[in-house]
């Protein structure tokens, strides 16, 4: 079974620009969540979609948005970046809640300068 | 607001030593992962227990619902464990069950 993937794997851009993350879950997964990871924050929720609706979000600005398609996949999308957005992003699918076992993509490294 | 306390912060043993990562925190919730991440970024879910033990190989988490407490075991500790490892509890306050993170504990197995 193929994993959780995540594209683009790496990404560079300048503020004030927006960006957008893909990510396909594990077949028959239902739930994405997003998490955003940096040295000074650690891991940090950003939201949870399941069954093309967004169920949970964490405390981030509303520049952070997040959607999924029929077929799960999801996107994330930040709008006029800023130098703080620099991170790792990660997604992880489960059957269901975030109760049930993670399965984590690679992550996308997002700089911006 | 859901505080996950881990320690240590930094862990350097020698390859063959029995290693403990404790994981704290402060209300209640529905369950709790233990995960792994290499250098690169990669995670993987070691573990998801929300009462008792859980063994894979050289691996023990458990949990202790009313002390609010998780360990993570490591038995004969090898270089290939060195990783950092991060305890995340799922908050089941209201309806929501989002991830709530610990800092991370870095391991270093030295041969």
């Known amino acids: 079974k193929a994993g959780v993937t995540q594209t683009p794997r790496y990404l560079i851009k300048t503020r004030g620009q927006q960006v957008t993350l893909s990510c396909s879950p594990i077949s028959g997964h239902r739930s994405v969540s997003w998490y955003q990871q940096t040295p000074g924050q650690g891991l940090q929720f950003l939201f949870e979609?399941?069954?093309?609706?967004?169920?949970n979000k964490g405390n981030f600005p509303g520049r952070f948005s997040g959607r999924q398609f029929s077929n799960s996949r999801s996107e994330m999308n930040v709008s006029t970046l800023e130098l703080g957005d620099s991170a790792l992003y990660l997604c992880?699918?489960?059957?269901?809640?975030?109760?049930?076992?993670?399965?984590f993509g690679p992550g996308t490294r997002l700089t911006v300068t | 607001k859901n505080e996950v306390e881990q320690s240590p912060q930094n862990l350097t043993a020698q390859e063959g030593e029995f290693i403990t990562i404790n994981c704290s925190y402060s209300v209640g919730i529905s369950a709790l992962h233990w995960l792994q991440q290499h250098p690169g970024g990669g995670i993987v879910s070691l573990f998801m227990l929300s009462s008792g033990k859980k063994k894979h190989g050289r691996l023990i988490a458990t949990i202790n619902i009313q002390e609010k407490h998780s360990s993570l075991h490591i038995t004969a500790s090898h270089p290939r464990d060195s990783a950092v490892y991060i305890c995340a509890v799922i908050d089941s306050g209201g309806s929501n069950y989002k991830l709530t993170f610990g800092k991370g504990t870095l391991l270093t197995v030295n041969p």
């Open positions: 992880a699918s489960s059957l269901d809640r975030t109760y049930y076992e993670q399965y």
């Open positions: 979609y399941f069954s093309e609706t967004q169920r």
